[in-house]
């Protein structure tokens, strides 16, 4: 079992940076995609960024040029940069990690994100 808690949202200005934090119970970087998700009311669920195991990186078009995801292994904790914040990323933001062998993931509790002047 891999539990994750989601840190660092809150209220931002438009243009404003923060930086989420998803720290995980257990060691699980080299076996885990480790992904962080965004859901806006009324929305879906979106992919926001990924970084695999090996230490590849995904980023939704959305995000590209402002958002970094990246890791501390001596930490187990996973971080993803936001800079250049714009209303439109407002969300509750997960953590989320995938086995990338075994059909098994984990959900964090979610934080909150505004971006608002």
């Known amino acids: 079992q891999v539990q994750l808690v989601e840190s660092g949202g809150g209220l931002v200005q438009p243009g404003g940076s923060l930086r989420l934090s998803c720290t995980a119970s257990?060691?699980?970087?080299?076996?885990?995609?480790i992904g962080w998700y965004r859901q806006a009311p009324g929305k879906q669920r979106e992919l926001v960024a990924t970084?695999?195991?090996?230490?590849?990186?995904n980023y939704a078009d959305s995000v590209k040029g402002r958002f970094t995801i990246s890791r501390d292994n001596a930490q187990t904790t996973v971080y993803l940069q936001m800079n250049g914040l714009k209303p439109e990323d407002t969300a509750v933001y997960y953590c989320?990690?995938?086995?990338?062998?075994?059909?098994?993931?984990?959900w964090g509790q979610g934080t909150q994100v505004t971006v608002s002047s």
């Open positions: 989320n990690a995938d086995h990338e062998y075994l059909s098994r993931q984990y």
């Open positions: 257990g060691s699980i970087f080299g076996i885990y995609t």
């Open positions: 970084i695999s195991g090996g230490g590849s990186t």
